[in-house]
């Protein structure tokens, strides 16, 4: 299913000096602009969908071989203590 994007783009940001950039794009320079900042913003293409969209997709996803528990679960104590601490996250480390 295609998603709606405009056609031009610009973004602004700051490089690793803390300098200004600006860039502009139009067709799929536009797009790949607004793909990357929706994950800046937290969301994902599927979440650009329907519900129902978002419904098949899960459903499709969950039934992949793959599909399974995240190798660093994020509701482990590893993880919580990882995030409190900036501790290793290596999940056969002692820590966890």
Same mark, same amino acid.
Not at 22 to 31: T, V
Not at 52 to 59: G, H, I, L, Q
Not at 71 to 82: E, G, N, Q, V, W
């Given at each position: 299913?295609?998603? #709606?994007?405009?056609?031009?783009?610009?973004? #602004?940001?700051?490089?690793?000096?803390?300098?200004?950039?600006?860039?502009? %794009?139009? %067709?799929?320079?536009?797009?790949?602009?607004?793909?990357?900042?929706?994950? =800046?913003?937290?969301? =994902?293409?599927?979440?650009?969908h329907p519900p129902a969209v978002r419904a098949r997709a899960d459903e499709h996803l969950r039934a992949q071989d793959?599909?399974?528990?995240?190798?660093?679960?994020?509701? $482990?104590?590893?993880? #919580?203590?990882?995030?409190?601490?900036?501790?290793? =996250?290596?999940?056969? $480390?002692?820590?966890?």
């Amino acid at each position: 299913m295609p998603t #709606t994007r405009a056609a031009r783009a610009r973004v #602004t940001g700051q490089d690793v000096d803390g300098r200004p950039v600006a860039h502009e %794009g139009e %067709g799929l320079s536009a797009r790949c602009f607004q793909h990357e900042v929706d994950h =800046l913003d937290g969301v =994902l293409y599927v979440d650009r969908h329907p519900p129902a969209v978002r419904a098949r997709a899960d459903e499709h996803l969950r039934a992949q071989d793959w599909f399974g528990t995240p190798a660093i679960d994020p509701r $482990s104590l590893a993880y #919580t203590r990882a995030q409190s601490a900036d501790a290793d =996250l290596d999940p056969l $480390s002692s820590g966890g």
